[in-house]
């Protein structure tokens, strides 16, 4: 089944303990990207990746890293976690940059931080 | 910078009833838009998509417009069902970007 994964689902962990939250497409998709969703805020992109080895910031990058050494995965990580990135998370990935791609969210990952 | 707004925040309508969900946008440079709905506490399922060059896109009930010189799409749900109670969210992908730029929704709910 094509889809986008995304591990753990739930996770409460302590304000500064390093995590990473991972991300798998098994449908060969160039893009992928990961958003953060808050009550009264909406969506908001973190960061993106166009192709394996290409990263950038979207509008909410402060606090996050990512990395893309292969094509179907792209983790998120948190060095140093802080309550104010408790929060909702998703991945999206989508084939290509051709305006028939629409793109796919993974289950979301629902982290606290306390 | 894109903005969406999607009005009304929230509707509750009676089983059967058509309905129509509305959604702006501030930037008519796009490439396309995407609905989605989202279920609470879950991801986002995509409805459909309509391409910049597109008017409306169809499936099963759903049908959505897109005026993009006027920055407005419109999702209309026909023959509403209770399972079809979920939050409603638009997107619009900026031309030259992959990044879509979310409404902050619309909450249906469908009252059997």
């Known amino acids: 089944e094509a889809q986008v994964t995304q591990n753990p689902r739930y996770l409460i962990t302590v304000t500064g303990k390093k995590l990473t939250v991972t991300c798998s497409q098994n449908?060969?998709?160039?893009?992928m990207s990961w958003y953060r969703q808050d009550p009264g805020l909406g969506l908001r992109q973190i960061y993106y990746?166009?192709?394996?080895?290409?990263?950038d910031k979207g509008d909410v990058p402060e606090g996050y890293k990512v990395s893309r050494k292969e094509k179907r995965n792209f983790p998120l990580i948190l060095e140093s976690p802080s309550p104010n990135q408790t929060s909702l998370y998703f991945c999206?990935?989508?084939?290509?940059?051709?305006?028939?791609?629409?793109?796919?969210f993974g289950p979301g990952t629902r982290l606290t931080v306390t | 910078k894109q903005e969406v707004t999607q009005i009304p925040a929230a509707l509750s309508v009676p089983e059967g009833e058509n309905l129509v969900l509305n959604c702006s946008f501030t930037d008519s440079a796009i490439y396309n838009l995407q609905w989605f709905r989202q279920d609470p506490g879950k991801g986002l399922t995509s409805l459909l998509l309509i391409q910049s060059s597109q008017r409306e896109q169809t499936s099963g009930r759903l049908n959505a417009s897109l005026d993009k010189s006027s920055g407005r799409s419109t999702l209309y749900i026909a023959a509403s069902q209770p399972g079809d109670s979920a939050t409603y969210l638009c997107?619009?992908?900026?031309?030259?970007?992959?990044?879509?730029?979310f409404g902050k929704g619309t909450k249906l709910s469908v009252i059997p």
């Open positions: 999206a990935s989508s084939l290509g940059a051709g305006t028939i791609y629409e793109q796919y």
């Open positions: 990746s166009m192709n394996v080895e290409v990263t």
């Open positions: 449908m060969n998709h160039e893009y």
């Open positions: 997107a619009p992908r900026g031309a030259g970007s992959y990044q879509l730029t």
